[in-house]
């Protein structure tokens, strides 16, 4: 089943990110692990007109014209020194998605996306997709476990008001 948790767990999902659960929830059948052997990608592409019609810039190809780029730097005259890309991005720039599949956890690709989405200066959620089962490793709860430590120690505060975890 889809399992998602916004982190810190002290106050409630909010409308829009329900509405992006709810994209993952219309087409959990189809994208579910490990049922449904699909890349990062292949998932975006499933949710992805879903996401269009929240009003998020999402993800098209790796092609560079086709990537949505968040300035993190800027230089001279506002030129922008430095950008991350992200799989999608909501209208007003608050909310970030990642959707990570085979290297969430094995390759720490969940923390670069916290990394990344913590420098956007005007993210305020990310939200991480991964999948349930990667190789028989339950990927969603060692990353539940990982944030839920993070939070309740509170030796690291993020800018970020909070990073909700969806499991597919």
């Given at each position: 089943m889809l399992r998602y948790q916004l982190f810190?767990?002290?106050?409630?999902?909010?409308?829009?990110?329900?509405?992006?659960?709810?994209?993952?929830?219309?087409?959990?059948?189809?994208?579910k692990s490990p049922e449904n052997n699909l890349i990062s990608n292949g998932v975006l592409q499933i949710i992805s007109n879903d996401l269009k019609s929240l009003n998020f810039k999402v993800e098209t190809s790796k092609q560079t014209i086709d990537k949505i780029k968040v300035p993190v730097l800027f230089s001279y005259n506002n030129k922008i020194d430095k950008s991350f890309d992200a799989d999608a991005l909501s209208a007003d720039?608050?909310?970030?998605?990642?959707?990570?599949?085979?290297?969430?956890?094995?390759?720490?690709?969940?923390?670069?996306?916290?990394?990344?989405?913590?420098?956007?200066p005007n993210v305020e959620f990310l939200i991480l997709a991964v999948r349930n089962d990667y190789r028989g490793n339950d990927d969603f709860m060692k990353i539940y476990t990982f944030l839920e430590t993070l939070y309740i120690n509170s030796r690291l505060q993020l800018p970020l008001k909070g990073i909700v975890l969806i499991g597919y």
């Open positions: 810190p767990r002290s106050f409630g999902i909010n409308e829009t990110i329900s509405d992006v659960i709810q994209c993952f929830e219309l087409h959990y059948e189809n994208i720039g608050s909310i970030v998605l990642e959707v990570e599949a085979g290297r969430a956890y094995a390759n720490n690709q969940f923390l670069k996306d916290i990394f990344q989405a913590c420098m956007m």
